[in-house]
């Protein structure tokens, strides 16, 4: 079975640039998630996603970032303007209903903003 | 505030003795509890989970409990092998909420 599929695996950009993340779920999972994991705040969640409509977005650090996801199988998270202090590894994860449920995440964007 | 704690420093074994890691948190009424694992490079990795109504739950090495009364899960690998090297996360899900709240994880090392 194919798992949740990010790309790019890696991104490095100039500040102000704009940089779009994207995730492909586990097909038939209903839920989807975005994390940032840095060493200074570990794994936080961002925003997520039930049935393509986003449910809880209080992590977003700002309106620079925005999340969409047009279908069951696609979401973009999108930095614009990006800052260096966006750099970070950006997870998605997605699960089936049911709070037992574990979420299963892709192997991330490691994003540089220099 | 609400914190969730796990120990910072990695935990250093010898190949097949018992890890024990530990997961505090304050100010949370956690329903469910989960463990993952997370390798350098690599998305975590769900290993198991227990709810707020079970005092422990094994799979296979693996072992958690979870006390609601010391807010606290420990999480037990058995005869640890070198491939056990990772690091582990705890997680925090609410009743009413999708939102998982991670622990900083600790880095657990076993030597052959």
């Known amino acids: 079975d194919a798992g949740v599929i990010q790309s790019p695996r890696h991104e490095v950009t100039e500040m102000g640039q704009e940089v779009t993340l994207r995730c492909k779920p586990i097909?038939?999972?209903?839920?989807l998630f975005w994390y940032r994991q840095t060493m200074m705040r570990g794994l936080e969640l961002l925003i997520y996603?039930?049935?393509?409509?986003?449910?809880?977005d209080s992590g977003m650090p700002e309106d620079r970032f925005s999340a969409k996801m047009p279908n069951a199988s696609f979401s973009t998270l999108k930095i614009q303007p990006s800052e260096p202090r966006d750099s970070a590894v950006y997870f998605c994860?997605?699960?089936?209903?049911?709070?037992?449920?574990?979420?299963?995440f892709g192997d991330g964007t490691r994003l540089s903003i220099l | 505030s609400q914190k969730i704690e796990q120990n910072s420093e990695a935990l250093n074994i010898q190949e097949g003795k018992t890890a024990t890691l530990t997961c505090n948190y304050t100010n949370y009424s956690p329903a469910y509890l989960q463990w993952y694992r997370q390798d350098p490079g690599r998305g975590p990795v769900f290993l198991l989970l227990i709810r707020e109504n079970e005092k422990e739950k094994r799979k296979e090495r693996l072992k958690v409990t979870f006390d609601t009364t010391l807010k606290q899960s420990l999480f037990h690998i058995t005869a640890s092998q070198p491939a056990d090297s990772a690091t582990y996360l705890c997680a925090l899900l609410m009743d009413s909420s999708y939102k998982l709240i991670f622990g900083s994880g600790t880095r657990l090392l076993v030597r052959p």
């Open positions: 996603f039930n049935n393509n409509v986003p449910i809880d």
């Open positions: 994860a997605s699960s089936s209903s049911g709070h037992f449920q574990p979420q299963h």
């Open positions: 097909s038939g999972h209903d839920y």
